[in-house]
């Protein structure tokens, strides 16, 4: 069901200190810090040959990386974000194997504008999963 990884986006307390990190250290390319007040972060995109690193910071009072931070203050990784071809197909298939799905469930608008889905970290290894429909 699962195809390419699409992202793996890493919460940082400092964005500017993180976008240098990833320039001028590891030599990746990064684009401009764009916020996305509806999703309560600000966003650096890093380009990879074979996928992308989002690194994302706090935006806004009710963001939803700030708990994640609080518990992590050095940053760390957020989520991992596979592709799907078919996200309502893939919440059938999850809803059957009673894998929790964040949220009502259903698929809403990601940051890329993509319908995603958000998958519970105890049910996946410790690890919060996005679908994305590519
Ligand atoms: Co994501």
Known sequence: MIGRLNHVAIAVPDLAAATAL???VLGATVGAPQDQPEHGVTVVFVTLDN???ELLHPLGKDSPIA???ARN?????HHICYEVADITAASARL????ARVLGDGKPRIGAHGKPVLFLHPKDFTGT???LEEA
Do not use: H, M, S
């Open 22 to 24: 990833y320039k001028d």
């Open 51 to 53: 996928t992308k690193i």
């Open 67 to 69: 708990g994640f931070l």
């Open 73 to 77: 203050p050095a940053g760390g990784v």
């Open 95 to 98: 809803k059957r194997a009673r």
């Open 128 to 130: 919060l999963i996005e």
